[in-house]
Structure formats: C-alpha cells, structure tokens
C-alpha cells in the first residue's frame, strides 16, 4: 500500500468566468434590463411620497399624524439599516454566495420573492396603526436590501459616461412608469366602482416590481471576480457588527468631504423631498381644498406618464447639455406649476378641470426632469472620491444618499400628517368628519371643519415652492458634467501611471480643486505609495 501524503488544499471553484461576471456591450435591451428595477423603485418612492398617507388616514383606520408617523418611524430605521447594505454589498465578495451570485446581484436573487410575498400585505384596509408600521417597515427594509445593490452596477458594467448615461437614461424611463401606474392602477379600478381597488392594484405591482427585480438579476453584471481582487479583499480585517457599524457611520460621514457631492446631495434631497410633499397632499388638495372627487385626484397624479417622453428626451439632454440646464428647466417649470396651482385656490375659479390638466402635466413634465437628473449625475460622483482617496466606495455613496432621502421623506410626511391633523383634520368614521362607505367611489361624504381647506393648500403649495427655489440655487453652483467629467479621468489616468501632481496644469488643477472642495495638493494621497511601488490600484466599486 501507498502510504498517504500530505494534500494540497483544495482549489477554490473560479466562478469569475459566470454570468454575472461576464462584461458585455450595453445595448438598449441590456439597458432596459437594468432599468426595469425603477418600476419599483419610482413606483415604491411615489407610493410613499403619494399615496400612503392619503390611503392610512381614509382606510386604514389611523389619523394623519398616525400616518406620518408610520412612515417617519420606517423610514428612519430603515435608513440606519441602509447605511450597513452600502457596506455589506462592497464586501460580500467575501462569502461563497458573493463568489458564485455576485455581491450585488444576490441581493437580486433574494429581494424578488421577498417582495412578491411582503408588498400585498400593506393594501388591506382597516388594520390600524401597528400593523401598518410593521409591514411597512418590513417592505422598507426588503427594499433597501434591492435598490440599494442595484444602484452601484452603472459603476461596475461600464467606466464609459455614455454608457452609465444610457443605464441611467432607461432606468428613468421606467421610473416615470411606474409613477404612473402607482396611481392609474387604483384609479381604473376604482373608477370601476370595486372597494378592493386598492388591494387590487398592490398585487399586481408586486408582482410587476418582482419580475422587473428577477429580469435584472439575469441580464446585468459587475466587474470580474479575480484572483487579485480576491486578494485585495481578504487582506482587509473582518470586523464586529459594531465595529462594522462604527466604520461605516465613518466611511458615511467622509463622503461629506467631497463637495460636488454636498452639492448634489442638497440638490437631490431638497428636490426629492418637495415632490414628496406635493405629492403626498395633492389628493388632500383636490378632495378638500377643490371639493374635487378621489379618483380625480389620483388621475391627477397620473399624469406622470408624460415623462415617459421628457425622460427620452431629458437622456439627449443630459449628454448635449448637462446636468445644469437640465435642473434649471425642471426647476423653472415646477415653480411656475405650483404658482398656478395655488392661484387656483386662490381666486376659486369655477370648473377648474381643464386648467389643472394642464397644470399637472406641466409639473409632471418638470418632475420628470427632477427624478432623471441627480440620478444621471451620481454614478460619476465617485471617480471625485477616487481622486481624493485612493479609493472606489460607489456603495458607501449609495448608501448615503439612500439614507439622506428617506430621513428627509420622513420628515415630510411628518409635517404633511401635523399640518393637516393640526388644521381639524377629521379622518373617516369619526364623529363629525367624512363618512367612509366601503362602496363609495366619489359620491363620499366630505365634510371637514373651516381652516382644513386652507391648511392642505399651504402644504401643498408652499412648502415644496421654498425647497425648489433651494435646490434652484445650488444647482447653478454644481459643476460636474460631461466636459468637467473627462479632464476628471484623464487627470486620473495621469496620476495613476506615476505622474506628479506638481507636474498638473494648472487650469486642471484648478478644476479639480473645485470639483473635490479642497487644495488640489492635499488630492490623490497614494502619491508617494505609487512612487514607492507599493499601491495596488483598487477594483471598481
């Protein structure tokens, strides 16, 4: 017999040659591939920045402010929660799953069914306060674990401005989709006369948002799984949960360093937040401000479909003109539309339908244009960070700003549900307010005390007029675009292959010192490292 010798270790399975990890050219159906995720995530961001509210407080059995607060208190665990996947999916290539699913997409794998199973169960009337604070706070979560990974893959399919602008062009598109269906859906259906048009239209968006998730996972990428890479990895310290938790509230609080990236962050929240608030009070508006009907005001709110043709356009748009002009358009538009929405009121003109169609597409078209750009300009936001440090954090940025919109979301809906409880708001069924029949469409009962009508049209006009005129004003301070883009990456590429940052033109330097917020010296801290031999550069975030 053979006596046994001492085994090799058993080679790792090289799962670099997979799908997942296979580049390839990013042609409008792969782009539509990726973008068909934003039918949940335009969907899901309308839905709570438009509909809950209204749905809470007249069949949900729960006040405004009981309201504001199921969405405040969500949105605020759930952000703390997001500010760890950023981190998590950055680092999953760590585990076997990360290895063989990919470390972004198997958060893909695993949210599909969690969102056909969770998103139905919020669409049943009647379940008070707690129940809806649970399940909502459940589907923040499940959606946090999706759209936060599925954020960062422009940054790993493609280095290419095009390309990212083409995977950033379509998924607006369905975004725009989705904020109409959010709203056609239990329209049609209520108009129809069915009491369960609510439930209804959430089951088939879960199962819509669901495919689009599962349709994601099988025709995206990320960057290839290399022995280096996996090297590069492993070499990093594993850390606690607390720890892990300490070091990314860190790595969060850097990205504030990086001053296009305050800019675009007041730019995006300041924007997203005030199309939370108007859309959160418009079906308020219209029902008790105008005495319009429900179904009214949600067909009102699906007038979003018209930036289905903006958000085409807007892709053009963006790579002819930039970001700047693209904002002021948006901004100019919208201001006007409220302006007009509030004269409305105002002057309580008889038979308005017509003029607040127009209206409405007006600021549909101007929303359009709000909800393409900050996320067209965001996947270039890192290469900044890159130059500052060395390093690709593309998913501590997302996590940033996923964390930023839904504290600000939060905190709208809160000031929604207090002005308009505070106002004399009375919800459905109690005594003295509306009267809530199961079989009503339109022909409800709509009696309120004075003061309500004139509390909703303030929240609904003003409010998100003072945040638009904010955003207007940083967006003409924002330089980062096509041009600005390309001498950022070429000054990159000059550094990487050795070069001194003493040796930089100073018209370069002078960019990048606007771009990053800080004296052009004090960028790109590997110098001496790369000089010295011993800096690696590090794979794509």
Not at 62 to 83: N, P, Q, T, Y
Request: glycine share 8%; with cysteine.
């Amino acid at each position: 017999m053979h006596s046994r010798t001492d085994a090799s270790p058993k080679a790792e399975r090289d799962y670099s040659t997979g799908r997942v990890f296979t580049a390839k050219p990013i042609t409008i159906v792969r782009s539509m591939g990726y973008g068909v995720v934003d039918l949940m995530g335009g969907g899901w961001n309308t839905i709570v920045g438009g509909l809950m509210l209204f749905f809470f407080t007249t069949y949900g059995n729960v006040s405004a402010v009981e309201g504001g607060a199921i969405l405040a208190i969500a949105r605020i665990v759930d952000a703390i929660v997001s500010l760890l996947i950023g981190p998590l999916t950055d680092n999953f290539f760590r585990t076997k799953l990360g290895r063989r699913f990919g470390r972004r997409h198997f958060f893909l794998l695993i949210g599909a069914p969690a969102v056909l199973v969770t998103f139905p169960l919020l669409w049943i009337a009647g379940m008070g306060f707690w129940y809806y604070l649970v399940v909502y706070l459940v589907i923040e979560i499940v959606m946090a674990v999706i759209l936060i990974p599925w954020e960062t893959l422009p940054n790993e399919m493609t280095p290419d401005y095009v390309g990212r602008t083409k995977l950033s062009s379509t998924r607006m598109f369905f975004s725009a989709t989705g904020t109409f269906l959010v709203f056609a859906l239990p329209a049609a259906i209520k108009a129809a006369g069915n009491p369960n048009a609510y439930l209804i239209a959430g089951s088939a968006m879960a199962v819509l948002f669901a495919a689009g998730v599962a349709i994601a996972y099988f025709t995206t990428w990320e960057k290839k799984l290399t022995p280096e890479y996996l090297a590069e990895l492993e070499a990093q310290p594993r850390l606690s949960v607390w720890k892990t938790l300490a070091d990314t509230v860190t790595q969060a609080g850097s990205t504030f360093k990086n001053l296009t990236f305050v800019k675009h962050l007041v730019i995006y929240l300041c924007s997203f937040t005030a199309k939370d608030v108007f859309s959160s009070a418009l079906t308020f508006f219209v029902v008790y401000s105008l005495a319009g009907s429900e179904t009214f005001g949600l067909t009102l709110q699906s007038l979003a479909i018209v930036g289905l043709p903006v958000t085409i356009g807007a892709g053009f748009l963006m790579v002819a003109k930039g970001p700047r002009f693209l904002y002021a358009t948006s901004y100019v538009t919208i201001i006007a539309s409220l302006l007009a929405l509030g004269a409305v009121y105002l002057f309580d003109i008889e038979n308005p339908i017509a003029m607040l169609i127009v209206i409405g597409i007006a600021y549909q078209a101007g929303r359009a244009l709000l909800e393409f750009t900050p996320w067209n300009v965001y996947p270039f936001i890192p290469d900044v960070d890159y130059l500052m440090t060395g390093q690709h954090r593309a998913g501590v940025y997302a996590a940033v700003m996923t964390f930023g919109r839904k504290s600000t979301g939060a905190i709208g809906s809160l000031i929604v549900g207090g002005i308009i409880d505070a106002s004399g708001y009375l919800k459905p069924g109690s005594e003295g307010g509306t009267q809530l029949d199961p079989n009503c469409v339109d022909a409800c009962v709509l009696v309120q005390p004075d003061g309500v009508s004139s509390a909703i049209a303030s929240v609904t006009v003003f409010l998100p007029l003072a945040l638009i005129v904010i955003a207007l004003i940083m967006s003409r301070l924002f330089r980062l675009d096509k041009p600005t883009h390309e001498v950022l990456l070429t000054e990159i590429t000059r550094l990487e292959n050795g070069g001194a940052k003493a040796d930089a033109d100073p018209a370069v330097a002078k960019l990048m010192s606007k771009l990053a917020g800080r004296r052009y010296e004090k960028l790109w801290p590997v110098e001496d490292a790369l000089r010295a031999g011993t800096w690696r550069k590090p794979s794509d975030d």
